[in-house]
Each structure stands twice: as C-alpha cells, then as structure tokens.
C-alpha cells in the first residue's frame, strides 16, 4: 500500500461502495421510491381512454399508451409495488423457512435423510410450473403468488445451509464449545449461525431477484396478481400482441424489470466478495 | 487406601457400527489431583481417543466404549448420559485442543466466548462475569486483557490464541485439564511460555492435568508421571525420570533414541536413530507383541505370546516380557 492512499482514509470511498455497487444500490432506491409513492400518487393506471390508444411516449403520456388508452408510465411505476413486495417477502419467507430446514438438516443426521429426499422431490418439478399449480389450487392473489414463488426456492436455499451447516459443525471450535459443556441450541445459535449468515444473506439475495422475475413470469402467463393490479409481468402480457405497433407497453416495463434483477444480483455479488475473505482483492 | 482422583481401568473403545476398528484396548492408569500425566506415542496409538473417550466427545451412535472402571472424583463416568456430560464438561473436566487457530469461534469475540463458557455453569451477573474473564487473561499472561475482550480471533497470534483456549477451559476451575497436543502448533519459544503457564496455574488451582503429546522434551519439562501408548495399548508407566533414565520396553527406549540430543560446545554426536516400520493395521490383530515387529530387542518368544505387565521398577511397569535392564541399555550404547 501506497502511503498516499494511507493518508487520508476518511475521504476514501469505502472499499465495498464501488461502482457497480453504487449504481444498483441507486436503482434500487429509485424502484423503491417508485414501490411506495407511485400507487399513492398516480393511481393503478386503469383509467380507459379510448381517444388515447396506442400513442408513441410524449409529453402526455411519457412512456405512451396501450391499446385500452392506458397510460404505461402510470402503470409502469406503479407496477414496481408488486415485484418488490413479492421480491422481498419471497426473499424473507425462503430465508426463514429454508434457513431453519437448512441448519435442521446439516446438523441432525437423523432428519437430513427425509428433509433432503423431501427436497429432492420439491427440486424435481420446474419452479414456474410447480407455482402455476400451487396457484390454481391456491386461487389467485399477492399471498398466492408469494407463496407459490417461494416452495420451489426454499430447497435450493435448504440445501445451501444444510452443506454450509455441515462443514461448519466439523471444525474444531465446535468441539470446543462442547468440551466446555454448551448445549446444542446454543451451540447452533451461538456458533453456528453466525458463521452460516454470510451465505445465507448472499443465498437471500439471489432468491429475491429470482422471485422478482418470476412475479413477473406468473402475472405475464396470467396467473399472478389480478389484472386491475399493474404489475411489470400483466403489462407485458398486455403489450405481447401489440409489439409491432406499439413496442414502448413492453419496452419499458421489461427495461425496469432487468435493472432490478442485475440490480439485486450485482448486489449480491458484491455482498459475497465483502463477506468471503478468500475471495478479498488485494490492492496493488 | 483412598481413591485416586481419576482411575481408569481396562478401557477399550471401538468406532463403527459393529465395533469393527478397536483403537484403544484396555488402558489403564489413576492420576493424583494436581499431578501430571502424559500420554505419549506415535500419531494413531490412541492418545486422543482415550483422552475425548474421558471427556464423553464421541458420538454414541457409533462408539462403544467398554471399561471396568473409569471415575473422576468420585463419578462414575461410564454411567453418565449426554447431559450428565455437558454438566462435567468445564466444570469438573476441560479440555485444550491442539489447534489454536480453528478451536475458538471466528464470529465472536474471545470476550463474548470466555464470557458464554462462566455462563454455562454459573449465574453470574454481567459484571462478575466480565471481572471473572479479565481475571482469567490476566492469569494466561495476556498483556492489554481490557483491550483483547473485544478482540476476534484473527487479531491474535498463534500463541496468544492458546493463552485464550487455556483461560476458556480454566475459567471454570475444571479439577481435571485435558491437553491435546497444546503446543504442536506453536513455536518453541511459545510453547515454553505455554508449558511453564500451565505448571504454574496447575500449583494454584491443583488441577490434574492430563498432557498428550509425541515430543519427549515436552515430557521431561512438565511430567509427574508418563504412560507410553503403542497401537491402542499401554505399553509402559511410570515416573517420568523412572521412564526417561530406565526405558524397559523396546518403544520407549526406540523414542527415546530418537530425540535429538544437544550438547553445548560438542558436535552432533550420533545420528538419529529411527523406529524401523510402522503401526499395524486396525482389526489386524497380530499374535504376541504388537510391537515386536519393530523391536530391537525382539526375541522368538515375542510373537507367540502376548506380554505380560511386569514391575520392572517400583511403580514402574511394563508390558514387555524381556524388558530390557541397565545392562543392556549400556550395551546398546557400546554398540553406536
């Protein structure tokens, strides 16, 4: 290390906030502006107006209009209220529930066999279809949707946390712990836990961006939140046939929708590269 | 005659489902409070298993472990279940792992840890523990002790984490400490600071101190009394002077000839002399001696029949049935 860089450490940006971190942590907070403010301000965007229809982005109508006369802006930010509501309860939910299977199984032999065939199972049927068949059952819904989204993620994260458990309980502090009389509840909260965290919040993450898309992916094959409810995934739905004449009602959505995906993933990332020293970059 | 603190009579402990792998077969030994025992041997005759067989670390399911009698002050160990265990664990009985670097928790501070091992056994209020954890590394010599609570392991050296493993496992005044290989990993200047920390905090609390290790050095600066383990067996016991001046089994006498010697001023002298072949196999019961292929001593009669303990010295046995005497110690120095 240079002593220039040594100099002044106050003034330095701090190591994580580079500029991919910078820029998705900056869409982030936008879409979520939009989540809270946007239904509050501008409404679901379902007013009709049939003299408005199909009109390119214009002053009026920013990001233009659908074939109902629908204002895709409107609806557009309001939209971001469902795939981050779905996004972040999904992301807890499976935290929550997979997390506790995960440490479950890694650390009591005798229920790993059962939770991971059960598993095994879960992960055998396609994520999307296995939600489209909990919906049908489930009727449809935002409670449906959450629910539906995360029994595909929850063995992936389970899974996760049972090898991280599993290597985890092998190392010596752990017997230490023992030797000096600790119980098991306390030798799971207490010691392996905070050393599972890291991959779990970096697992929680990735669950969450793919709960994001597939909100989308249920709401845009009709089977998500209702249709007078914008979300990214029905206004894409909504714009399919019109693509030609009218490729903004797609356009616009399916951009948000992947700035907040990479935005989530890259967030992710970097919160793997922070918490994982072996992976620590040296600085020339 | 009074009971010895800890006694341990014909223990055997066998791992697998069926107890296939025999790895420690009828040990046998007492220790006196605020006495010394080390068990030394090669790696895989057994040390570690006898010692964690004590400390009830192994897993039920597959271990068996069998003895006449094993009892600590008193308890019968052999008749206690898991949780009897957690309660002797730190307060009766600790333990002190090899491995310095991987034996105290990444996540936490060592003032969380030392605080959470008083915790477990006695209801303290938050003061008295903190007062109880800063006296304790003030004990173990660690300088700025305020400072080091807040610290996490990987603030520390090597040594220093040691210090900190030693006061977690004395923080609770055990009457017995189990030592496994403490100074292994440690650097020789280091593991004289360690060595000379536990015979001192051994004088004060009168623990009985159980040392593994495979350096004799170590051996001959702490043992009161040394217990010499080959393929799962005892094979020799005595005072440590006893052992060190008068080996009478052919392994005892091989380790010993194969430490370095120094003498100021003088050149080396002889080469090392090593234990030709090594351990036997598991499940491989050989007849006699198990030692016998390797002996320098062996005679016809070795390998047809199993030896018998013998008192080659007063309290000084050996399984051996041609232990070797004075004169043929003397006579194999003649010959190098």
Redesign the interface.
Known sequence: MSATSVAAPSLRRPEWLNLSASLSLSFLFIIFVMAILGPMFLGNGNELNSTMRLKPPSAEAWFGTDNLGRDVFVRTVSGARNSVVVGLCTAVLVLLIGGLLGVIAGYFRWADMVLMRFADGLMAIPGILLAIALVSILGGGLVTVIIAISVPEIPRTARLLRSVVLTIRE???V?????????TP?IIV??IL??AVGALMVQTTYVCAAAVLSEAALSFLGVGTPPDVPSWGNVIASGKDYFRLAPWIIAFPGIMLSILVLSINILGDQLRDQLDPRLTKRRP | MTQPFLSVRNLSVSFGPNGEAQVVRNVSFDLEAGKTLCIVGESGSGKSVTATSLMGLHPAASTHITADRMELDGIDLLSCDEARFAQLRGTKMAMIFQDPMSSLNPALTIGFQLREAVFLHENLSREEQDARVLDVLRRVRIPDAERRMTSYPHELSGGMRQRVMIAMALICRPKLLIADEPTTALDVTVQAQILWLLGELQREFGTAIIFITHDLGVVAEIGDEVAVMYAGTLVEKGSALDIFDHPAHGYTAGLLSATAEFHPGKAASKRLVEIPGSLPQFGHRVQGCAFADRCAYVAPTCRERTPEWREVHPKHVASCDQPIGPHVAEHQEHSI
């Open positions: 190392l010596p502090f017997m230490a712990s023992v030797s000096l009389g600790s119980s306390k207490q010691h905070p050393n």
